[in-house]
Nanobody
Framework: QVHLVESGGGLVQTGDSLRLSCAAS????????MAWFRQAPGKEREIVAG???????YHSDSVKGRFTISRDNAKSTVYLQMNSLKPEDTAVYYC????????????????????WGQGTQVTVSS
């Protein structure tokens, strides 16, 4: 059984930093493209960043230059380093895994992903 377990969320102030972690089990981690999505109240879930098996990365325009995704295959863990946080970054952050058998690169659509974590809340106060 596959499990993705996020941690590291919390309540911070504008300009602060957080590092999210997602520990994966029950799958061959190296075979998956990993991504972070977020969902704010009343909004659709959107991709924040993704990382390919070869460590190639994608970051959305809204977080480029502030957030960095990375992965440690030996620990089956993906990270999201978030710096210079803004109130608009407030959301539940989800980790997702994509076997990527039918496409290349980092998929932007939630429907492409095979497994999801339960989410971790990030709240940025102004």
């Amino acid at each position: 059984q596959v499990h993705l377990v996020e941690s590291g969320g919390g309540l911070v102030q504008t300009g602060d930093s957080l590092r999210l972690s997602c520990a994966a089990s029950g799958l061959t981690f190296n075979d998956y493209v990993m991504a972070w999505f977020r969902q704010a109240p009343g909004k659709e879930r959107e991709i924040v960043a993704g990382i390919q098996r070869n460590h190639g990365t994608y970051h959305s325009d809204s977080v480029k230059g502030r957030f960095t995704i990375s992965r440690d295959n030996a620990k089956s863990t993906v990270y999201l380093q978030m710096n210079s946080l803004k109130p608009e970054d407030t959301a539940v952050y989800y980790c997702a895994a994509d076997r990527a058998q039918r496409h290349t690169g980092v998929a932007r659509s939630v429907n492409t992903y095979d497994y999801w974590g339960q989410g971790t809340q990030v709240t940025v106060s102004s």
